[in-house]
């Protein structure tokens, strides 16, 4: 209709201007996504990897925090990448050391 006017939140505008300008920091686009990336999926694309993350959160008295998928379609993704990351970073930490030892 040629009198729909669109208006885009600013919280959508937001969101937009942060994926871009993260696309211009070379470390962010090139380091930091796809490490973050790698790390969901290495624990995601594993029944045994998750539940040995569970377990050792659970050892270690940590909520249970399953690590989010960041992914640039998706408002504030990387947030709550970051933030379930950080909550289950000691758990994190020790089950890829336990699999490096396993693996060696």
């Known amino acids: 209709s ?30 930091f996504k796809p490490n973050l990336g790698e790390l969901f999926r ?24 399953t690590l989010k998928e960041a992914k640039d379609t998706r408002w ?3 947030d709550e990448a970051c933030k379930s990351l950080y909550k289950s970073l000691p758990a994190v930490l020790t089950t890829l050391g336990d699999e490096g030892r396993q693996n060696a």
């Open 2 to 31: 040629p009198l729909l006017v669109a208006i885009h939140c600013i919280a959508h505008r937001l969101a937009l201007a942060v994926g871009q300008a993260g696309e211009k920091v070379s470390y962010f686009r090139y380091t």
């Open 42 to 65: 290495f624990f995601d694309f594993s029944s045994r990897r998750m539940a040995n993350l569970h377990q050792t959160q659970e050892d270690m008295d940590l909520p249970p925090h």
């Open 76 to 78: 504030l993704s990387h």
